[in-house]
């Protein structure tokens, strides 16, 4: 656990309201989505879904999150550098490279130097996310002013010294706003501007619930080192499950990840459906990571559109299956440590993949 002191600030919430706030709010909610949008494709999907649906999200505002894949620059160069001299010559080696073996072979198989891959910087990444949260607005013909904030230009290194951002500020004041109901916050990326809120206001989380996807299962006995939206930012993370805010955890793999789309069905259902179709297809058929990542034959593999299943979440509870359990502990190491004394909080465990795209679709035929 975080240091007692700093856990100490939040208020203890009692259990009738933890049920009150973990309940599925309907078509009501009040919501916030809290976007690394230009970090690949999946945010762009999520977001337009939202904007298209405005008779069943009560859209606040978006904020936008930073984003780098910097912290594996280093691995990367090593594991390619164990592959090119022939692979990995002990299980340290074998267990080090990991996550990362099919980058760093696919590095190898194109020739690539992995020095010369070009790894956007959070502050960069803050940015990014911005401008394109202001393009997907655009796409969808949605009017962005007003609704859109800056967030952190980097992660939380002190709990102590949250970073004060106008993503930060906006969460603040909108879950301030009681009369009108608890604020759902749908956080599709790293949880800085969440976290950051959280230390600067506290009181807060009586009012708020934070719909969060990454890492494994929180029954899981792996580290959830592989999970962007979790490692790079790893006080937050931590934080989170912590202090006690009211939280719907859902995995990004195993549940997530089935939210897999193809160029077929984009062909066929994305494609012609207004500006903000025509867009998702360009993202879909120009996928920065697919250059990133040295990945080939795209036209014959799938892509997971993993932070659609935040909204679908949101629009019926039909579409993600949850059950009931407490938060874990969030280890240094990253892996989850069980504690049933702890406070309670919503999980999934599986998702109607058919029924969700179906939905999406369906929103994407009213588009101007």
């Known amino acids: 656990m975080l240091d007692q002191h700093v856990l100490a600030r939040f208020p203890k919430l009692a259990a009738e309201l933890y049920q009150s706030l973990l309940t599925h709010p309907g078509h009501s909610a009040r919501v916030i989505i809290d976007t690394d949008t230009a970090n690949e494709i999946d945010d762009q999907y999520a ?3 939202a904007l298209l649906s405005p008779d069943r999200v009560r859209l606040e505002g978006v904020t936008a999150v930073p984003f780098s894949f910097a912290h594996h620059k280093d691995d990367l160069i090593r594991s390619v550098a164990i592959l090119k001299r022939g692979g990995p010559e002990n299980p340290d080696e074998e267990k080090f ?7 760093a072979q696919r590095m190898v198989d194109a020739g690539r130097d992995p020095n010369e891959t070009l790894f ?11 401008q394109e949260i202001l393009r997907v607005f655009e796409k969808c013909g949605v009017d962005h002013e007003g609704k859109v904030h800056r967030g952190s230009p980097g992660y939380l290194e002190n709990l102590d ?3 004060d951002t106008p993503a930060a500020r906006f969460i603040i004041e909108s879950v301030r706003r009681r009369e009108d109901g608890p604020v759902y916050v749908l956080a ?9 809120a959280l230390l600067m206001a506290p009181d807060i989380i009586d009012n ?8 494994f299962p929180t029954y899981a006995p792996f580290s959830n080192e592989p999970s962007l939206n979790l490692v790079q930012d790893r006080l937050s993370s931590r934080l989170l499950f912590d202090c006690g805010v009211p939280q719907v955890y859902l995995p990004g793999y195993h549940v997530g990840a089935q939210l897999k789309i193809s160029l077929p069905e984009m062909e066929r259902f994305v494609k012609g459906h207004g500006a903000i179709g025509d867009y998702l ?5 120009k996928n920065p990571l697919h250059e990133m990542f040295a990945i080939t034959g795209a036209e014959a593999k799938t892509w997971v559109i993993w932070d659609i299943i935040n909204v679908a979440w949101l629009l019926d509870p039909a579409y993600v299956s949850t059950f009931d359990t407490h938060s874990p502990i969030l280890d240094t190491d990253l892996y989850w ?3 049933s004394s702890r406070h309670p909080m919503v999980e999934a465990y599986d998702l109607n993949r058919d029924a969700i795209f179906e939905d999406f679709y369906s929103c994407l035929t009213k588009a101007p």
């Open 281 to 285: 297809h360009q993202l879909y058929t």
């Open 337 to 339: 440590r069980q504690d």
């Open 208 to 215: 708020m619930v934070v719909v969060w996807t990454a890492g």
């Open 47 to 49: 977001l337009a879904w």
């Open 161 to 163: 010294a949250p970073l």
């Open 120 to 130: 956007t910087l959070p502050k960069e990444g803050a940015e990014l996310s911005y």
């Open 188 to 196: 599709m990326g790293a949880l800085t501007n969440i976290a950051s």
């Open 97 to 103: 490279m990991g996550g990362l073996a099919g980058w």
